[in-house]
C-alpha cells in the first residue's frame, strides 16, 4: 500500500502541545501516511516574523525529531518555499489554523511546478494557550 506523503511546515520554536497535535492532525489526513515536518530556516523566520528564534534550525529539527511523530524532518529552503515541497512531492500540505505566509500563492505555485497536491487547513488546538508568544509571557 503506498503511503500517503503529508507535509508541514512551521517554525517549531520549542515544542509544545499544540505542535505536538498539529503533528497528529496532519498524520490522520490520511490512513497510511507518512509525515514530513519541514522546519523554517533561521534566515526565512527572521524576514516573516522580524526577529530570531529562540533556538537554531538545526536544535528545532533535533526538538520535532525527538517527538518521534513525524516520519521525516526536513530543513525549509534558504530562498525558496516550493524548492522543499518539488523534492519532496507530498500528496497533502496541511497548514497550521493561523499560518498565513506563503498561503495566497500556494495551490497556484504548485499547479505551475506541475504538483497535485491538496492543501488542507488544520483545527486549533487551544489557541488562546498554545502559541510561543502567549507561553513565552
Known sequence: MKKIKV??????????????????QAKKLAKNSFL???????INVKRIKDKIPDFSEKKRLVLVKKTRIADKVVLGGLNNYL???VKEDPDIIALGYDQRAYVKDLK?????NGLITKVRR?????AHI??????KK
Not at 507535509?7 to 497528529?24: C, E, P, S
Not at 488544520?122 to 487551544?126: N, W
Not at 498554545?130 to 507561553?135: G, P, T
Open 36 to 42: 514530513i515536518v519541514s522546519i523554517a530556516r533561521d
Open 130 to 135: 498554545y502559541k510561543n508568544h502567549l507561553l
Open 122 to 126: 488544520l483545527k486549533p488546538y487551544k
Open 83 to 85: 524548492s522543499q515541497i
Open 108 to 112: 497556484k505555485d504548485l499547479e505551475i
Open 7 to 24: 507535509m508541514v511546515f512551521g517554525t517549531f520554536d520549542g515544542i509544545h502541545r499544540g505542535h505536538l497535535n498539529f503533528f497528529k
